[in-house]
């Protein structure tokens, strides 16, 4: 190759001593060195008498010249070791004129350190024994024989630009398998020979071939780690032919980069590299890449990204000497067999940091045609360029670069070829029985159609492959690093900002369990009025005892069985924690279990005197406890938001996204949420801001670094959304989206290479987690024999949901009872709760703390429970609405928390058979509409993809969000036909119809979807329409059981609404108040709620409230015209509700 000066310059090697020597005669024999370099003698040492401990001083010093014109290149040193050849000399007998001598051993040293821009080096290098040689068996307590050897040159051969802009290839044959069974290990012997080109600078390409392939009958597997070996020839001792510190380790099937690397194709491996024949070379060659060449090689790499690799064999022939005319006749005459090509793709080289690939590849019939629209190679390297070289280097086996450029004789018959290759078989015309070129209608020589390449097609029926490794000393396109990255980004977001100092101590850790024990105990004291009644308290010093152990075992038990005993430990959990921390300063752990119980119990004796000062401090006999706040919680707020963005109520779903922001600015789940709105109203800018926001709380989120990567590609920021989609990958490697993503983007800036590149890996980590899973399945089923473990609920970004912010439903628990006054509209409304309750429920709770230590709930759902107020409105002991809604929830299934108050749309949907219907998902969830379609295309082209349900699913609801009601129709229509019994085709359809106006439709839909046994995955709007459209058509009973089971699973201002309308069109006031009442507790800023509170006090008589109902009626602007007359029209018929009268 190019060399990188023009001036000759030395390399000196010098053999300072050995060791551990002894010859044939004795233990001190005569020895000296011989150094060969390229098949070249070098010189020998002076004659050495070995020492009785084996050691010679040879201090023999040899020179190898490095010259550009015709001698030793730079690329010699790389693939080419020194050979030095221990030689003993032995005496002369009598009358004999001439020194007989017998080789001992020979050492190997590589010279590619030189390359590396090392001036000198010293090494001990092995002396490996030939055959019969003495030094076979070392002498007792001695180690194997060796050289000292010292490398060195005047100046480094590179200068560091050079070493950094240069590079080295290595490429390691291991073995041909499942070779034709006409290959037979008896016979004439048959030399198989595997080779390829390497592009260098200029015309002329690097030729590398492996000779002398070892053929093997099946029965075992070839053992890891084995050496690779050089790819000489004629080495003397088998010890030498290994490369030092060179090893074979293969690895899984799945991490290959070649053709057989799926699970399908692990049988069949395993079946051809443990039962079948096989070819075996382990030998590795190298490739100096000179800076010009490195750049070559990439150019060649993005132009033709499969490279052909020649197989074949030739008998092995014995040169006779002859004159050179008769030489040449034995060439000719010589024809190739089996001459088959392995076709391997080179593109992962051009993939950032990627310096390695290894992988089996099929090897088909080599056919010009097929070769040249493949590869784009005009030239067999056997046949046509380097055929002479299976004889010329016989001797020696060296690979080496052609010495001339091609003839031009044969440039310009392959330029003819050239010309005609259109007239050539493609891949579906192999059975052709000829091939002609356009201008003649003879058929080319030189090429033949598959049925005259019978022996090439017998590797196909094979099934051959090779197993190939091509590595360079440097990646060809380098890869950003990590600690670069993740300094980027922090140059693009804004500083995250200081945490709010929060005031602690022990006092505060105090009177934070003080407030956790008064909670708890009303909501113990609720549960026992409800049990019980009220009068239980008033008769206290009436009931026995037996019958108050009796009520105590009853509360106990259904605090257990509801849930609520492990939801109350859970919520005071963390103001013992604190109380741990700040009081006690433990904040470590114990150094012995003893420590540990003595802490325990001195603590326990602490949390009990402080429960009963709570409980002295917050019910007293005749004091009445202070008025609850109750708030929406985050996820609550969520729930409301999605329904007016649903709705169409942008403005108003911005004030609860801007609601959840003021309560937790720390919380970057919020954020992401509130810039998913802001894709959907199209306001890119704030968007951004809101994700980069999330990012500065966690620069490792992976989901807020994809979504900046999301919004700089939307606002042209190619370099910013580069860095973006490389960090998400570099933090999280296992990430499909992220490497899905990555792939698109590089897909809109046409890296094609880069595209695949990510793609292949998106892939190849949805099969690893795709196994992952089932193993996990597979495991899960055999848990669920012993037991259920119940795993901590994680939001929709993956942020772990707060056990605190979780509310649990229990029926109607959180429902606003009727009350004698209405509250004027704010974010929350105040209750009044009841007074003290008996000591029964006081020593439950007793009960409950003596617990604690002793066991650990798993549930993250504590009850908030609210005290209602007595109602003028009805004296009934019991309520209908409640009990129906009980009895409904003990018969339905359980739902945790987090699902409780999530937006439909952030369920978890089947596993993606594809890497593109993940991301796809994950694009729908944060409203990244623009993006979808680009990666629809790309489903729809992959072949384990296509059009499928799911598929034309999301394209309806693409169009539905553009209002495109007629393409909507028709991909649903073809979603239908896939799959006619999912739940959100119907659904989906349900919407359209409603919302292109056709009600009737859209009932029969909605009624199909909640039908099926499985849910859609958008419920709460299908029972929210149902419903809407059964109060339309006065199917009031039909209206308030689907608002039931609406407020059942994720109840809102608009399904409480619902449900009141229908009870007040019941004529069930006592009811309908109550469901108001929670829906303007939830929003008390609902127009329509405040009419219909004004009806229900109009109806049973309550002026003040109906009157104060009606102007909060007025001043929110209710737009139900028709609403509003029957106000008036109610107003007229009772004779008061309207001041203005």
Known sequence: MDQTSNTIRTVHITVTNGYDLKGFKGDTPVTFVRAEFNQAFLGDSSKILVSPEGTAKYNFTSNIDLSPDGGITLDDLAHKPLFLTVTEVLPKEKKQKDEKTLTLGQAVVDLLPLLEGEESFETTVPLHPVQGSPLETPLPGSKQCSLDVKVFVAEPLLTPAQVSASN??????????????????????????????VPS?????????????????????????????????????????????????????EEEEGELNHPEDREFRNQAECTKKRIVWDLESRC??????????????????????????????????????????????????????????????????????????????????????????????????GHHLIHNNKAGGLNSPLSKPLSKNLKEERLGKEKDIEGRPRLGELQAPSIKSQSSDTPLESE?????????????????????EIQLDKALVPKRMPEELARRVKEMIPPRPPLTRRTGGAQKAVSDYHTQIKGISRAILTEYHRMFGKQGTKLESDIDNETMEEQKCQLNYELNCSGKYFAFKEQLKHAVVKIVREKYLKTTAFESQEELQTFISELYVFLVDQMHVALNQAIPDDVPSSTSTIQTSSNQLRLFAFEAEVNENFEMAAVYYEERLVREPQNLENWLDYGAFCLLTEDNIKAQECFRKALSLNESHIHSLLLCGVLAVLLENYEQAEIFFEDATCLEPTNVIAWTLLGLFYEIQNNDIRMEMA????????????????????????????????????GPWGVTQESSTAIKSEGLSGIRPRSSHLLSPRLTMDLHSQPQGPNTALSSLDEFLEESPKAQSESQEPIITVQPRESSLAQKSSNVLLKELTTKKETSKCQDSSAFFSPTHYDTPQPPVTIFMETIRFLMKVNAVQFVHRVLAHELLCPQGGPSCEYYLVLAQTHLLRKDFAKTEEYLQQAAQMDYLNP??????????????NHAEAKECYERTISFVVDASEMHFIFLRLGHIYLEEKEYENAKRTYMQACKRSPSCLTWLGLGIACYRLEELTEAEDALSEANALNNCNAEVWAYLALVCLKVGRQLEAEQAYKYTIKLKLKDQALLEEIHSVQEMVGFGNPSF
Request: with cysteine; aromatic share 10%.
């Open 288 to 385: 100096f890449l000179h800076p010009t060449a490195v750049s070559s090689l990439q150019k060649r790499i993005a132009d033709c990204r499969l490279w052909p690799v020649e197989i074949t064999r030739v008998p092995m022939i014995v040169m006779p000497k002859a004159k050179p005319g008769k030489l040449e006749k034995t060439e000719d005459e010589n024809q190739l067999s089996f001459h088959g090509v392995a076709y391997v793709n080179m593109v992962p080289l051009l993939y950032p940091g990627v310096k390695r690939i290894r992988g089996a590849f099929h090897v088909y019939p080599y056919l010009d045609g097929t070769v040249f629209e493949k590869t784009k190679c005009l030239f067999s390297l056997f046949r046509d360029t």
């Open 168 to 197: 080295l290839l290595k490429v390691t044959l291991e073995a041909a398998y499942s070779v034709p069974e006409s290959f037979m290990p008896v016979g004439p012997q048959q030399n198989y020979m595997v080779g390829l080109q």
């Open 201 to 253: 600078v200029g015309e002329k390409d690097y030729i590398m071939i492996f000779k002398n392939g070892n053929l093997k009958l099946g029965g075992e597997k070839e053992p890891v780690p084995r050496p690779k070996k050089w790819p000489i020839a004629n080495i003397l001792a088998p010890g030498a032919n290994n490369i030092p510190d060179a090893f074979i380790v293969g690895g899984p099937y």
């Open 984 to 997: 959100n085709v119907w659904g989906v359809k349900g919407h359209l119809y409603f919302l292109s106006g």
């Open 448 to 468: 033949a159609p598959l049925s005259h390449n019978l022996e090439g097609q017998q590797y196909i029926e094979a099934g051959t492959y090779i197993v190939l």
């Open 759 to 794: 793609f292949h890996e998106a892939f190849k980590q949805l099969q690893a987690r795709t196994l992952q899973t089932k193993l996990k399945s597979s495991a899960t089923i055999e848990n669920n024999e012993e037991g259920v473990k119940v795993e901590p609920s994680f």
